[in-house]
């Protein structure tokens, strides 16, 4: 520029610079505010979480990372129907959800055994334009849905979408599917996938996988196949124990560069290939240590588990093959009819097939139509009619039938004293006066304390009640391994369960460790009974024992009997005693 002259700016320039201006402004603050609900998705802080997205709503900057993260938000705090409805308000305003979203939602509706919802969502994903394409995730997240409602059945149509949509499975589908199609006694159909992750070198994937073939194949009294599945079984203790041996021995070697020469040597690049300095260096991995030490110890819990159930297996097996085949069968199929599956509230999905809808066209009275649901069921989650092929699917709703009243109440005493007796035998059961006391478990697990209680006391019958089918399968093969004969099972939620229950039917209920409510903030200013929170009000998610659960277990015991919580968690303590000191029977408390 010339002495004298003045430098003239282009008004578009300037503009345009402004422009970039505000939308660096406008891309920060929607980066500060979806970081911000992330972060309280952390702390379950979901009134903070709605008024970040809020402000970001008024500012006019909320898109469908903030929407994702908000519905994120609302499954972690148990509000599966916000997250519902924040997915439908995000295709309303025209932002379009990704996977990730949707993935999220499905999680939700899952983890409830929502498997019809599941489906749905799956449908919309696909009739989007651009379909929606799903990944491993989504896939894995049905699956674990299937779990929790013994859908067996649905297993390979899921393995089938996965193939059409080009997703390639990883360690955990293969897992989830393998375990899955175990628990419905169909091997064959699981042995490709076990083989597939052998395959893979995934160690802690495939000894979960072959312990699953192990466990089928001894219902099934398939013994030889039974007795591989436990060597292989086995071999995949042995090979996660190495892998982690070796894992040490890399990181002792590490150690020994660091005590020689120093922590800069890794940082700068003298220990990796990852240049130094960075995430991949020595700090990173220092970041990471305890992490790797967590798991490491889960890792070594887990294999010494597994190490006790593969040499309970390999006994069960030798007993097994000493009896007579017919006495073995007939056990296993006692065994069978002690399981009861009850549907979840969630659960909309018929179960049902065609010869439950002709028994019940011949009886519908409510004993008919429960046995017909829980007979159906025992054959379709753990595969009742393939262990015992003599018995058609009509045969177990008969036997369901049996042990249910005429008002369709399940009945303890002709679950434990008349199962070989049929008709007669229940009459005579019902007639030989006061029967033995019955024990509950409520929230049962695997059913490792009941069927120790069980054990350990032969003059008490017991029952199990857990939410998850899977669980009931792991009690239920407990109860085989361990030929406990004084255990039934029941599989459903407590409140609809309760209802099939005899009223002061029940000596005792045990409720041990129940999942406490998930707390969170929910904006309201309230102390929701927690102490109040910086934030909002505290409040208490879903959670098992309500006051409608004590009601139903006042209905189920018998004069004098007992319901014993144990608990190390003082906020639900103070929750249960607040419930219990607010019932009332007629006025009375």
């Known amino acids: 520029m010339l002495p004298g002259t003045v430098e003239k700016h282009n008004p578009k320039d300037k503009s345009a610079e402004l422009s970039d201006g505000l939308r660096r402004l406008k891309k920060m603050r929607v980066v500060n505010l979806n970081q911000q609900i992330a972060e309280h998705t952390k702390h379950k802080d979901l009134g903070a979480a709605n008024a970040c997205f809020q402000r970001a709503k008024q500012l006019g900057v909320a898109n469908d990372f903030t929407f994702t993260n908000l519905i994120n938000c609302h499954v972690r705090c148990g509000d599966v129907s916000g997250a519902s409805k924040l997915l439908k308000r995000m295709r309303r305003e025209g932002l379009k959800p990704g996977v990730i979203a949707y993935t999220t939602v499905i999680k939700g509706h899952a983890g409830r055994g929502d498997l019809v919802r599941v489906e749905r969502l799956l449908r919309e994903m696909a009739a989007s334009s651009p379909p929606i394409e799903l990944n491993v995730r989504t896939i894995n997240t049905c699956l674990r849905g299937c779990a929790m409602v013994g859908a067996v059945a649905e297993v390979q149509p899921i393995l089938a979408r996965m193939q059409a949509s080009a997703v390639s499975p990883d360690g955990s589908t293969r897992e989830y599917a393998a375990t899955l199609l175990c628990?419905?006694?169909?091997?064959?159909?699981?042995?490709?996938?076990?083989?597939?992750?052998?395959?893979?070198?995934?160690?802690?994937?495939?000894?979960?996988?072959?312990?699953?073939?192990?466990?089928?194949?001894l219902v099934l009294g398939q013994w030889s196949v039974a007795r591989k599945a436990i060597k292989e079984f086995e071999r995949s203790l042995d090979a996660i124990v190495k892998a982690e041996q070796t894992a040490k021995e890399m990181q002792d070697d590490e150690d020994d560069i660091v005590a020689r020469f120093g922590e800069g040597y890794a940082d700068a690049g003298g220990g990796d290939d990852s240049g130094g300095g960075g995430s991949g260096g020595r700090r990173g991995w220092r970041a990471g240590a305890t992490r790797e030490r967590s798991a490491e110890a889960f890792n070594s819990h887990r294999v010494a588990e597994w190490r006790r159930e593969a040499a309970a297996l390999r006994a069960y097996l030798q007993y097994a093959t000493a009896q007579p085949e017919t006495e073995q069968r007939e056990a296993i199929a006692a065994h069978f009819r002690r399981v009861f599956f009850f549907r979840l509230p969630s659960e909309s999905r018929a179960h049902a097939v065609a010869s439950t809808a002709s028994a019940q066209k011949t009886d519908p009275s409510p004993r008919a139509n429960i046995a017909a649901e829980v007979g159906t069921a025992v054959c379709e989650r753990v595969g009742a009619a393939m262990a015992i092929p003599s018995q058609a699917p009509e045969a177990w709703i008969q036997a369901a039938s049996e042990c249910f009243d005429d008002a369709g109440n399940l009945n303890f005493r002709r679950i434990f004293q008349s199962q070989q007796g049929g008709p007669d035998g229940m009459a005579e059961a019902e007639a030989s006066g006061p029967g033995r006391p019955v024990h509950l478990e409520v929230g049962s697990g695997g059913g490792e304390w009941a069927c120790a209680q069980a054990g350990a006391s032969p003059d008490v019958d017991w029952v199990t009640l857990e939410l998850r089918s899977d669980r009931v399968y792991h009690t239920f093969l407990n109860s085989v391994i361990n030929q406990v004969s004084n255990l039934a099972m029941l599989g459903g939620d407590i409140h609809s369960v309760a209802a099939r229950i005899c009223p002061s039917s029940l000596s005792a209920i045990f409720v041990n460790h129940p999942e406490p409510p998930q707390q969170y903030d929910d904006g309201s200013g309230g102390s929701g009974g927690s102490g109040g929170g910086a934030g909002g009000g505290q409040s208490d998610g879903e959670h098992m024992l309500t006051p409608q659960f004590f009601a139903a277990a006042y209905r189920s015991l018998e004069p004098g009997g007992r319901l014993t919580i144990v608990t190390d968690n003082q906020h639900y303590a103070r929750l249960l005693l607040q419930s219990v000191a607010a019932l009332s029977d007629g006025g009375k408390r």
């Open 183 to 217: 628990m419905g006694l169909r091997v064959d159909d699981a042995r490709p996938l076990v083989a597939a992750l052998a395959a893979d070198s995934d160690h802690v994937a495939t000894a979960a996988a072959r312990l699953g073939m192990s466990r089928a194949a």
